[in-house]
């Protein structure tokens, strides 16, 4: 774990107060329509701020950030639209009304129709994430098909019944090819993005009407099960004062042993011993810039029996002590 991340996405979201989701809109608003304008509702635990651009007719992909637990959403219910949603930093989680959940962690890749997601809510299992949603309207698609497109047997339909499945996401996981399309997208230089997201938007098309077969996609899970991963969750860093085994938690919310720790890792992305050492010095870090305390002090608060193993595990993790890290806060 670096720290990098967290102060990346807080820079990116200085200006936006908590509680709130920003979309920034990049259109043309006298020849372009907004996909979702008439009917998109949205809200957050904590803040996100989405930069959308007009593509093409019927595409448009927008740039996100969010410093939250989740971001809900509500529009309209639309089978012909192609969700795409890449992650870049953290890792991003829905449940269906299906009862199945998906996670994707950097590099992955989920896929559904918009009706499928229609009134839903993001979930950030680590409290951060940056990604891309790509919106694409493939019955406008069809009658309006770009030039490169006309150059290849590309099938819209055949992309439109293998993705836009009404009762399941498809979630792809991270692969070269994947991170040659998105990458790239999160750092060119800001008067050429609509160019480059054009070039982009194009590749993304070819790439998925010529994966066939699909690879194995990312595991699913049950959205009960998940909901009790959760609540553990939410327990043990509630308690970081005390150190929990896994068959304690095992017996204390009824769910195996290999489907906590699987389910767990498949949720936040590390297994629960990883991740609470993380958050326990993620936790050790907000204090140091937030208060005063001393580092003993901020030691027992995230649960270390003395203040030399909470420097020497601050140390494993974020590679400086915590007296450094807070002198250098600053500067």
């Given at each position: 774990?670096e720290q990098?991340?967290?102060?990346?996405?807080d820079?990116?979201?200085?200006d936006?107060?908590?509680?709130t989701?920003?979309?920034?809109?990049?259109?043309?608003?006298?020849?372009?329509?907004?996909?979702?304008?008439?009917?998109f509702?949205?809200?957050?635990?904590?803040k996100?701020?989405?930069?959308a651009?007009?593509?093409?007719p019927?595409?448009?992909?927008?740039?996100?950030y969010?410093h939250?637990?989740?971001?809900?959403?509500?529009?309209?219910s639309?089978?012909?639209?192609?969700?795409?949603?890449?992650?870049?930093?953290?890792r991003?989680?829905?449940?269906?009304?299906?009862?199945?959940?998906?996670?994707l962690?950097p590099?992955?890749?989920?896929l559904?129709?918009?009706?499928?997601?229609?009134?839903?809510?993001?979930?950030?299992?680590?409290?951060?994430?940056?990604?891309?949603?790509?919106?694409?309207?493939?019955?406008?698609?069809?009658?309006?098909?770009?030039?490169?497109?006309?150059?290849?047997?590309i099938?819209?339909?055949?992309i439109?019944?293998?993705?836009?499945?009404?009762?399941?996401?498809?979630?792809?996981?991270?692969?070269?090819v994947?991170?040659?399309?998105?990458?790239?997208?999160?750092?060119?230089?800001?008067?050429?993005?609509?160019?480059?997201?054009?070039?982009?938007?194009q590749?993304?098309?070819?790439?998925?009407?010529?994966?066939n077969?699909?690879?194995?996609?990312?595991?699913r899970?049950?959205?009960r099960q998940?909901?009790?991963?959760?609540?553990?969750?939410a327990?043990?860093t509630?308690?970081l004062?005390?150190?929990?085994?896994?068959?304690?938690?095992?017996?204390?919310?009824?769910?195996?042993t290999?489907?906590?720790?699987?389910?767990?890792?498949?949720?936040?992305g590390?297994?629960?011993?990883?991740?609470?050492?993380?958050?326990?010095?993620?936790?050790?870090?907000?204090?140091?810039?937030?208060?005063?305390?001393?580092i003993a002090?901020?030691?027992?608060?995230?649960?270390?029996?003395?203040?030399?193993?909470?420097?020497?595990?601050?140390?494993?993790?974020?590679?400086t002590?915590?007296?450094?890290?807070?002198?250098?806060?600053?500067?």
């Open positions: 774990m990098e991340p967290f102060l990346y996405i820079k990116n979201l200085q936006v107060p908590n509680g989701l920003i979309v920034e809109h990049h259109f043309d608003k006298h020849r372009e329509v907004n996909l979702f304008a008439a009917s509702q949205s809200n957050t635990d904590g996100g701020k989405m930069s651009y007009q593509i093409f019927g595409i448009q992909l927008s740039l996100n969010y939250a637990g989740q971001a809900s959403f509500q529009h309209d639309h089978a012909h639209i192609l969700e795409i949603n890449h992650c870049r930093l953290g991003i989680g829905w449940d269906f009304h299906n009862g199945t959940s998906i996670y962690g590099g992955d890749l989920a559904h129709s918009m009706e499928c997601c229609a009134d839903s809510a993001m979930m950030f299992p680590l409290g951060y994430c940056e990604g891309i949603s790509i919106s694409i309207d493939l019955a406008e698609l069809e009658t309006r098909s770009l030039p490169i497109l006309k150059e290849t047997p099938d819209i339909e055949q439109n019944r293998t993705f836009c499945r009404a009762d399941k996401s498809i979630a792809l996981p991270s692969s070269p994947i991170d040659s399309i998105f990458s790239p997208m999160y750092t060119v230089p800001e008067d050429i993005r609509l160019p480059y997201f054009k070039l982009k938007v590749e993304l098309l070819l790439y998925l009407g010529y994966l077969p699909l690879p194995a996609g990312l595991t899970y049950c959205s998940t909901a009790t991963i959760k609540e553990i969750h327990f043990l509630e308690h004062d005390r150190r929990y085994t896994i068959e304690e938690l095992s017996k204390k919310y009824l769910i195996n290999s489907s906590l720790k699987e389910i767990f890792k498949g949720v936040y590390l297994p629960v011993a990883t991740y609470m050492k993380e958050y326990r010095i993620r936790k050790g870090m907000e204090l140091l810039r937030q208060t005063d305390d001393s002090q901020i030691a027992a608060k995230v649960g270390y029996e003395t203040q030399g193993k909470f420097t020497k595990a601050f140390k494993d993790i974020v590679k002590t915590p007296t450094a890290f807070r002198k250098n806060i600053n500067i």
